[in-house]
């Protein structure tokens, strides 16, 4: 399984935008994947998976203000994020999914570091 570092995080007013990368160690063109968040003392949830032939899934309460992609050439995943709200706090994972649950929250035991987004006036 690749291993995976998130970047791009950081600190970004209300109705701001940020783009977050997951940089992957081998390729991922065949893999399905998926970004996570976890907020302070609440579970991690799913934010938006991507599978292998290019599905995208978002939760609805997302849908239209994140988007996210890959560019298989670089093993790179890109979460982008617009409209931010203070409720998007959080740190923000990336994460290889299974090809039959891509779409769904997984209980990975790996995690990479994270990235901090901070939504904040």
């Known amino acids: 399984q690749v291993q995976v570092v998130e970047s791009g995080g950081g600190w970004v007013q209300p109705g701001g935008s940020l783009r977050l990368s997951c940089t992957a160690s081998g390729s991922i063109s065949a893999v399905a994947m998926a970004w996570y968040r976890q907020a302070t003392g609440k579970q991690r949830e799913l934010v938006g998976a991507?599978?292998?032939?290019?599905?995208?899934h978002y939760p609805q309460s997302l849908e239209g203000r994140f988007a996210t992609d890959r560019d298989n050439a670089e093993n790179i995943l890109y979460l982008q994020m617009n409209n931010l709200k203070p409720d998007d706090t959080g740190v923000y994972y990336c994460?290889?999914?299974?090809?039959?649950?891509?779409?769904?929250?997984?209980?990975?035991?790996?995690w990479g570091p994270g990235t901090q987004v901070i939504v904040a006036s």
């Open positions: 994460h290889p999914q299974s090809a039959s649950r891509w779409y769904l929250a997984e209980d990975h035991q790996d």
């Open positions: 991507i599978s292998a032939g290019g599905f995208i």
